[in-house]
């Protein structure tokens, strides 16, 4: 090829560079204001501010439980001063702290805490608030009545709901008053009574139950009543929850942290709630 030849290649080569990144600009400008003009996201006009309300307690060694027993330990293994980063080695039970009751739990073959379904772990949440009664009476359960009253000024339970005892527990949980046990080792707190939790499946599309106490069944339950009917039906349990009294009676939306682990029948938690 001649000199001259590949002289005009080069600048026609140029020329068409120049040409393209011109025509690249003006698109991009246009593209941008375009993009200044358009309408903002649908999810994004929809959305309105909420709050998170946190419904977990802090776990520590000396969390109250059900045996009475300590459930969980922590310990270092790495500390920063010495190996340039903390490390701690936990060991614990599934069922202590703010925690779920899988299916597993109370079943020979129910579904394990990691099988439990990612959209039962988001859900609405309907409040049944019995603090007076729990005041007066430390064994006060949710019963039917309670049930019927909540839908009688909210409405039927939303589909795939939990529904959570308030009876204003939680703020006994740095006390003895938590398990509230007598001379004999009895505990006394409130709970769900088994005719609610059973008019909760055959009635309605109730998925979770939770309270803020210790057990699903109230203190002085000698046979779980709850527990071995709500269980094994493929629902869910969540115990130990918090700050339910900061929430409306119906209207949140709960959001459920599970742990993820084969074959466990429960564990630790972070649960809260969007309002």
């Not at 805490?113 to 309907?126: G, H, K, S, T, Y």
């Not at 909760?200 to 599309?205: P, Q, R, V």
């Amino acid at each position: 090829m001649c000199h001259h030849c590949v002289v005009e290649s080069v600048k026609s080569r140029m020329l068409s560079r120049r040409d393209f990144f011109r025509g690249s600009a003006v698109a991009a400008g246009a593209a941008a204001l375009a993009a200044t003009a358009a309408p903002r996201p649908l999810f994004a006009q929809a959305a309105s501010p909420m709050r998170a309300i946190d419904l977990t307690h802090e776990l520590h060694e000396a969390f109250p439980t059900f045996a009475g027993e300590q459930q969980f330990f922590m310990e270092p293994k790495y500390e920063i001063g010495s190996d340039g980063y903390n490390l701690n080695i936990w060991t614990m039970e599934e069922h202590v702290g703010t925690h779920i009751d899988a299916p597993l739990h109370f079943s020979e073959d129910g579904a394990s805490v990691a099988e439990l379904p990612v959209e039962q772990l988001v859900c609405p949440l309907a409040i049944i608030d019995i603090r007076e009664r729990a005041e007066a009476d430390p064994d006060a359960q949710v019963t039917p009545d309670d049930i019927a009253a909540w839908v009688a000024e909210h409405g039927d339970i939303p589909e795939g709901a939990c529904i959570a005892m308030l009876s204003g527990w939680d703020r006994h949980v740095d006390t003895d008053m938590f398990r509230n046990a007598d001379a004999d080792g009895g505990m006394h707190f409130p709970g769900f009574h088994p005719e609610a939790t059973d008019m909760l499946m055959a009635e309605t599309g109730a998925r979770v139950i939770a309270v803020d106490t210790l057990s699903l069944d109230h203190g002085p339950s000698a046979d779980f009543a709850v527990h071995y009917s709500w269980l094994p039906s493929g629902r869910y349990g969540i115990e130990c929850v918090a700050n339910l009294g900061e929430l409306p009676a119906s209207g949140a939306t709960l959001v459920v942290g599970a742990p993820k682990v084969r074959n466990g029948t429960g564990g630790l938690a972070r649960v809260f709630a969007m309002v």
